[in-house]
């Protein structure tokens, strides 16, 4: 059975740093695209970026380029997102999810990690 | 960036009813559009994939048809469990962009 298993609920203060992790399961981690989709409280789905496990090729969305940065270590299955320095609008629930093989839309998702910072 | 506007933002529906929401691309995308289903407090889940392709072990009551800039999905029978927000995604190009989603609520 695929999974995808987000490490738990963090609350940050403005400038801190923060990497969230994101560990597949139940099938060969290092050759599924891995994206990360950030949604805002009360707000829609956004695209960050995704991540090829097998050899990290990344691309991010130009909004976020820059403001995080997402990686993946292929031989614990687990890819991560991370602040250098949060803000208060960084706070949002924050979704890793598996990139079908042959196309981009996602067919598995973790159970998404809430990210709170507040001072 | 591809913008994707899907109307109507809200839809209030009865159990057993037909329910269609549209999603219409700011340029040509071909098929390259996909339809996620969120409930609350949960992760979105994806429904149908190149426009029309129902994702495994997903509902044949759901379809979902288009291409170019105008697509549909649709709900050929609405049930209690299928209250929820729905997102289209195009896949088209970089960067991925998301619709801002249909909140369908039980009439």
């Known amino acids: 059975e695929v999974q995808l298993v987000q490490s738990g609920a963090e609350v940050k203060k403005p400038g801190e740093s923060l990497k969230i992790s994101c560990k597949g399961s139940?099938?060969?981690?290092?050759?599924?695209?891995i994206g990360w989709v950030r949604q805002m409280p009360g707000k829609g789905l956004e695209w960050m970026g995704t991540?090829?496990?097998?050899?990290?090729?990344?691309r991010y969305s130009p909004s976020f380029q820059g403001q995080v940065t997402i990686s993946a270590d292929k031989s614990i299955s687990t890819a991560y997102l991370q602040w250098s320095s949060l803000k208060a609008s960084d706070t949002a629930m924050y979704y890793c999810?598996?990139?079908?093989?042959?196309?981009?839309?996602?067919?598995?998702w973790g159970q998404g990690t809430l990210v709170t910072v507040s001072s | 960036d591809i913008q994707l506007t899907q109307s109507p933002s809200f839809l209030s529906a009865s159990v057993g009813d037909r329910v269609t929401i549209t999603c219409r691309a700011s340029?040509?995308?071909?098929?390259?559009l996909a339809w996620y289903q969120q409930k609350p407090g949960k992760a979105p889940e994806l429904l149908i994939y190149?426009?029309?392709t129902l994702q495994s072990g997903v509902p044949s009551r759901f379809s979902g048809s288009g291409s170019g800039t105008e697509f549909t999905l649709t709900i050929s029978s609405l049930q209690p469990e299928d209250f929820a927000t729905y997102y289209c995604?195009?896949?088209?190009?970089?960067?991925?962009?998301f619709g801002g989603g249909t909140k369908v609520e039980i009439k």
């Open positions: 999810a598996r990139r079908k093989v042959s196309s981009e839309e996602f067919d598995y």
């Open positions: 139940g099938y060969t981690f290092s050759s599924y695209w």
């Open positions: 991540i090829y496990p097998g050899d990290s090729d990344t």
């Open positions: 340029q040509g995308i071909s098929s390259y």
């Open positions: 190149a426009a029309s």
């Open positions: 995604q195009q896949v088209s190009s970089f960067p991925l962009t």
